[in-house]
């Protein structure tokens, strides 16, 4: 089955604790994405990635980091996490060549 | 002033009723246009996308496009209780970048 996948799905840490949420999809797709959705703020950029070794901000990087090394995999770091990180998190993926973002199906994270 | 703008709703809809959602953007670069359907506690689904001025169709739903008043919208028909989610509007940007600019999204229902 084509998807998207994401780990943890809920996770409650403490700031200033590093923690990573692994993304991985198995349709082969080169573009790879991080938002983060908060009430009424909507689904913001986090990061993106065009293909392996390449990334870009979107409109919200302060604070994340990502990496590319495999096509399949595009984890979000949080070196330091604060509070204001708090959010549900969705990584998507698309083909090039296509509009067309497949979600994963998120990830509730709480910093306190 | 945000890029995009998308009334947040909450919209009620008797079963079969005609619904329009909205928004406005203010960015020109602005070149794909797409509307994503996300129920509760889900990842959001890609409904309909376009690069056009102009209307487009699937079924009981229509995108429509217009660039020279910066405003695109979505109808559905015959609207059923399936179909009450939040509805996102989605823009992107191809000049030199490639993000996504997600609106805030309508929260719809429809009353059986």
């Known amino acids: 089955e084509a998807q998207v996948t994401q780990n943890p799905r809920y996770l409650i840490t403490v700031t200033g604790k590093k923690l990573t949420v692994t993304c991985s999809q198995n349709?082969?797709?080169?573009?790879m994405s991080w938002y983060r959705q908060d009430p009424g703020l909507g689904l913001r950029q986090i990061y993106y990635?065009?293909?392996?070794?390449?990334?870009d901000k979107g409109d919200v990087p302060e604070g994340y980091k990502v990496s590319r090394k495999e096509k399949r995999n595009f984890p979000l770091i949080l070196e330091s996490p604060s509070p204001n990180q708090t959010s549900l998190y969705f990584c998507?993926?698309?083909?090039?060549?296509?509009?067309?973002?497949?979600f994963g199906p998120g990830t509730r994270l709480t910093v306190t | 002033q945000k890029e995009v703008e998308q009334d947040p709703g909450p919209l009620s809809v008797p079963e079969g009723a005609i619904v329009s959602l909205n928004c406005t953007y203010s960015?020109?670069?602005?070149?794909?246009f797409m509307w994503y359907r996300q129920y509760s506690r889900k990842g959001p689904e890609l409904l309909m996308y376009?690069?056009?001025?102009g209307n487009k169709e699937d079924g009981r739903f229509t995108a429509q496009v217009d660039k020279s008043s910066k405003y695109i919208s979505l109808f559905i028909r015959d609207s059923q209780p399936s179909d009450s989610a939040t509805y996102l509007c989605?823009?992107?940007?191809?000049?030199?970048?490639?993000?996504?600019?997600f609106g805030t999204g309508t929260r719809l229902k429809v009353l059986a």
């Open positions: 989605a823009m992107i940007t191809t000049s030199g970048t490639y993000k996504y600019i």
């Open positions: 998507a993926s698309r083909s090039t060549g296509t509009e067309e973002q497949y």
């Open positions: 990635s065009m293909n392996v070794e390449v990334t």
């Open positions: 349709m082969n797709h080169e573009y």
């Open positions: 960015n020109s670069a602005f070149q794909y």
């Open positions: 376009t690069y056009s001025s």
